[in-house]
């Protein structure tokens, strides 16, 4: 089937390569000329655990293209996705500012030709799918077409499984053509049994938001429950597994640490709040999360700030600026929140990150960037482990020990085990730890 991709940030990019690997014929549009020029010599401007490997083999197959013209391979395709942004609106209102999205569905309108299914892919509030196909059919009145909703569900670091090994199918349609094209798009997975859910565009695009906010409801009550555990002396770990092997809460999403960030959650939970409140309805577990959230960060700067007595001219070794491992993502990553707050107090801070310093530099001007996390350490008065890639698991303690100047050690994703960081004579705190 040919498909064409309207976007080539991290969903669009993500999704056309793998429907290209599915055997689909994909072109990837974007208007950023250079992104498009280093896509077609195989750069990939996302850090994304074998999407590189992945893109360079589908285009070398010749199944995947990239391009900034919108004619043909609209006119051509039998299903475009929509796949541009949705952040934030720049008031900061919460709002989701979807005036790209609009934009691209007015680029695409007059070069329909033929029955197409036109899928939105971008995390959109509810009515969006409507005003799409309403701003279509005044561009192009005489298109044939369909709207779907057909959100994505892609973790950051993991999203070429989630996309070929998926929990489920989400599609809003209003006609059974529609839903069985978009069911023949995604026929490489029937031989894995994943389940389909057919509903209409509005419940669809509804399905997104509530999937998220649940999800940080979860890590903001874990973090609630670990400073509990602080205060009574219990260990938000145990707690953790004590509560995840219940089949009917499950064990992820509950790994207390310095709050959620990243591109969804925050942007997310915020836009379904706004929807509520112009529908007269109030979300309270997703605003008390929200605020858990923004409180959780203020709360691991006053731990670091308590284990050195004061930051000021303080060395302070950070190892992660990532939001989560496996991404070089930034948006609203717990180090944006807690680093400044440190350096505004006089601290001196030394930072590595695997992925994410190129993009740190520019928005964290105040950190010295280092290239392995013990030139971090070297002259430190204390680590502060803000994100739990794989190769902070197994540090080597004595080395580090060596290089501080004081042997404090505050882990904010409880990597490590804090009875045998103390045997080792590390000062250690981690979060919701005794």
Known sequence: MKITIIGTGYVGLVSGVCLAE????????????????????????????????????????QRLNFTTVVAEPVAEAAAVFLAVGTPSHRHGNGYADLHYLYQAARDIAPYLQGYTVVIDKSTVPVGTADNIDRIIRQENPRAEFDMVSNPEFLREGAAIN???????IVIGAATPRAIELVKEIYQPLYRLAIPFVATDCRTAELTKYAANAFLAIKIS??????????????????????????????????????GYGGSCFPKDTLALLRI???????????????????GQKARMIKKIRQALGSEANKTIAVLGLAFKPETD????????????????????????DPQAMEEAKAILPECTFCQ???????GADAVVLLTEWNQYRALDLPRIKALLNTPIFIDLR???????????????????TP
Do not use: W
Not at 162 to 168: A, E, Q, S, V
Not at 331 to 348: V, Y
């Open 329 to 352: 993502d930034m948006r609203e990553a717990p180090a944006l929140t807690i680093l400044p707050a440190l350096a505004e107090k006089g601290a001196r801070l030394q930072v590595h």
């Open 221 to 258: 009550f874990i973090n609630e429950m670990a400073n509990l555990c602080e205060e009574v002396g219990a260990d938000v770990k145990q707690l953790a597994l004590g509560m995840g092997l219940d089949g009917r809460i499950g064990r992820k999403f509950l790994h207390a640490g310095p």
């Open 162 to 168: 989630d996309f070929t090994h998926p929990d489920r």
């Open 372 to 378: 392995t996390p013990y030139e971090a350490c070297q």
């Open 414 to 432: 409880n990597v490590y085990d804090p009875a045998k960081m103390r045997a080792q004579g590390f000062v250690y705190s981690g979060v919701g």
């Open 22 to 61: 599915f055997g689909h014929q994909v072109t990837c549009v974007d208007i950023d000329e250079k992104k498009i020029a280093g896509l077609q010599r195989g750069e990939v401007p996302i850090y994304e655990p074998g999407l590189d490997a992945l893109l360079t083999k589908n285009v070398a197959e």
């Open 276 to 294: 509520a409140q112009e529908h007269g309805n109030a979300l309270r577990l997703v605003e008390a999360a929200v605020e858990v959230n923004h």
